[in-house]
């Protein structure tokens, strides 16, 4: 026994010296210099101090470790980047290393093997499908095309509050979630689905496929606990839900191409077309349709969601019901809105984009809007794709970056008295939200930016042109600004938790 512990213990002893001497001394080159980091656990790293709004807890420990800071959601180096300095360098200076996009074990086979263009790893076809996003499906050509669907779908809208309105208070989360979704139903398919017998069953899919999108794969994070989602059921569920929807993605496309082709072009005729045509040298199969396509359909999930808010993703509804939520808690702002867009438009029974153009408050406002509440916080996740050094630090290829924009836009560097919603702060300003100026990035910047802004603009300013032109609005029940219950939901979309209720008196 003695021989034994003799044996033991000077093993245990070297092994661990072996360790340390491995940890410090033999620290990869990348290793060295890393951004600041909290103090992580062991197995979890960080993930623990996300809590239930991430946006929020990560913007408090860049104020305490700065604005570039290295984390830990697992055993994954996830790099978190809180100001504009630091996000310029990130998707200006060295975009192209910062173009991947993680790989979730459900995305593969949610999304088609990654052939979402939001997901796509950066490469050849990525490239050729953005290309199809952003001089096809969302230039500002076709957004103008759009434009008759989003006028029918906006004097539908009105003609809903106007009859809710009767009966009292209104639910604006509810009605502009419903909104959207028609809206973009129509733009995708050129019809509303959710309105046919399959509807229902369609919408059930799509709950599903939202809330496997949304649960955290702990394999994704802790390599060696993949297996728990082959016991709980996670992975038997995405076969399931990925079966259902191919199916459903199949019939629509088999009944589009049936019937004859008299309508506006919609995006999956325009999809469509680069199937058989490979116009422009992209071609796209089968199933890059379907996974393109479900990029719109998963804007319809509000639709269900309405009520627990969970997953939403509908990002033009989430500003819009944002939007909303400002104007009531700042009756000046909303008197000086109404005032402008009351001003230009008159009496005249169309408004047109001649007339939003005039509206320089109307564009403050919904710039504000989205400083103050941008609708993705952390924006969607990148990955570097080699070793780099941003800002003296090293990052190392495979880092998961996540950039907050909720931090950025309420960084006092870049903005003066951040934690006050002033419209005004844009009227002589040049800052815009299109992925220019860092201290404004709703939208992402660079290579992997939104492609839909224009789209979901358009869509905004009708939509508020509107409300202001036709309606007064107030809190019920006498509530004051105070009184308006402000959290936050947790999300990849960040909604409000109670829907907004205001009460609409005719106004015009
Ligand atoms: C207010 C509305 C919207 C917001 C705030 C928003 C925000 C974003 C953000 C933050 C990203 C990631 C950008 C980056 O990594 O730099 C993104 C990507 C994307 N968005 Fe949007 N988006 C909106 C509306 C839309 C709409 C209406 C569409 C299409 C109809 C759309 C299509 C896309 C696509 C395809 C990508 C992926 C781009 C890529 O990975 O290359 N977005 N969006």
Same mark, same amino acid.
């Given at each position: 026994m003695n021989e034994l512990q003799s044996f033991i213990f000077p093993a245990v002893i070297s092994v661990f010296l072996l360790w340390v001497i491995k940890k410090w001394l033999f620290k990869p080159a990348g290793n060295k210099n890393i951004p600041p980091s909290p103090p992580k656990l062991?197995?979890?790293?960080?993930?623990?101090?996300l809590g239930s709004l991430p946006h929020r807890n990560l913007h408090s420990l860049a104020q305490k470790h700065g604005p570039l800071m290295l984390l830990h959601f697992g055993s994954v180096p996830v790099l978190i980047v809180s100001s504009a300095d630091a996000a310029c360098e990130i998707m200006r200076n060295h975009d192209i290393t910062f173009a991947d996009r993680p790989k979730y074990k459900a995305y593969k086979k949610l999304l088609y &093997?990654?052939? &979402?263009?939001?997901?796509?790893?950066?490469?050849?076809?990525?490239?050729?499908?953005?290309?199809?996003?952003?001089?096809?499906?969302?230039?500002?050509?076709?957004?103008?095309?759009?434009?008759?669907?989003?006028?029918?779908?906006?004097?539908? !809208?009105? =003609?809903?509050?106007?009859?809710?309105?009767s009966s009292g208070p209104? &639910?604006?989360?509810?009605?502009?979630?419903? !909104?959207?979704?028609?809206?973009?139903?129509?733009?995708?398919?050129?019809?509303?689905?959710?309105?046919?017998?399959?509807? =229902? =069953?369609?919408?059930?899919?799509m709950t599903e496929f939202m809330d496997l999108l949304g649960t955290i794969s702990i394999g994704d994070f802790i390599p060696w606990l993949n297996w728990i989602t082959r016991v709980n059921g996670f992975d038997r569920r995405v076969d399931k839900v990925a079966k259902g929807l191919d199916d459903f993605l199949e019939g629509v496309i088999q009944q589009h191409m049936e019937i004859p082709k008299n309508h506006e072009e919609n995006f999956l005729d325009i999809l469509l077309q680069f199937q058989t045509e490979s116009t422009c040298g992209v071609s796209i199969d089968r199933d890059s349709i379907k996974a393109l396509i479900l990029l719109h359909l998963i804007k319809l999930i509000?639709?269900?969601?309405?009520?627990?808010?969970?997953?939403?993703?509908?990002?033009?509804?989430?500003?819009?019901?944002?939007?909303?939520?400002? $104007?009531?808690?700042?009756?000046?702002?909303?008197? =000086?809105?109404? &005032?402008?867009?009351?001003?230009?438009?008159?009496?005249?029974?169309?408004?047109?984009?001649?007339?939003?153009?005039?509206?320089?408050? $109307?564009?403050?406002?919904? /710039?504000?809007?989205?400083?103050?509440?941008?609708?993705? @916080? $952390?924006?969607?996740?990148?990955?570097?794709?080699?070793?780099?050094?941003?800002?003296?630090?090293?990052?190392?290829?495979?880092?998961?970056?996540?950039?907050?924009?909720?931090?950025?836009?309420?960084?006092?560097?870049?903005?003066?008295?951040?934690?006050?919603? $002033? @419209?005004?702060?844009?009227?002589?300003?040049?800052?815009?939200? /299109?992925?220019?100026?860092?201290?404004?990035? @709703?939208?992402?910047?660079?290579?992997?930016g939104c492609p839909g802004i224009t789209f979901s603009i358009a869509t905004i300013e009708l939509v508020l042109v509107n409300l202001m032109h036709k309606f007064n609005w107030e809190l019920p029940d006498g509530a004051q600004a105070k009184d308006l219950d402000m959290s936050e939901t947790l999300g990849v979309t960040v909604h409000r938790v109670l829907p907004l209720i205001a009460v609409a008196t005719q106004g015009n």
């Open positions: 062991p197995i979890l790293g960080n993930l623990h101090q &093997n990654y052939k &979402n263009v939001s997901v796509a790893p950066y490469g050849e076809y990525w490239r050729q499908v953005k290309s199809i996003f952003v001089l096809q499906l969302l230039s500002n050509k076709r957004v103008q095309s759009f434009s008759s669907i989003r006028e029918e779908e906006t004097a539908l !809208f009105v =003609k809903r509050i106007q009859e809710s309105s209104v &639910n604006l989360t509810q009605m502009f979630s419903e !909104f959207t979704n028609d809206g973009i139903c129509r733009s995708a398919f050129g019809r509303k689905y959710c309105e046919t017998e399959n509807g =229902k =069953k369609f919408l059930m899919l509000t639709k269900l969601t309405t009520d627990v808010f969970a997953a939403g993703t509908d990002t033009t509804s989430t500003v819009l019901e944002w939007v909303m939520t400002e $104007l009531l808690r700042h009756p000046k702002v909303m008197e =000086k809105l109404q &005032n402008e867009v009351r001003e230009i438009v008159k009496d005249k029974h169309d408004i047109t984009n001649v007339d939003i153009e005039k509206m320089h408050y $109307l564009k403050a406002v919904i /710039k504000e809007t989205l400083r103050y509440h941008p609708p993705i @916080p $952390l924006l969607v996740p990148r990955v570097a794709r080699a070793d780099v050094n941003i800002k003296g630090y090293n990052v190392l290829a495979g880092t998961l970056v996540m950039t907050n924009a909720l931090a950025i836009s309420r960084d006092p560097i870049s903005w003066e008295e951040p934690e006050k919603f $002033l @419209p005004e702060r844009f009227l002589n300003s040049s800052i815009d939200y /299109k992925g220019l100026d860092f201290e404004l990035i @709703p939208f992402g910047s660079g290579r992997r």
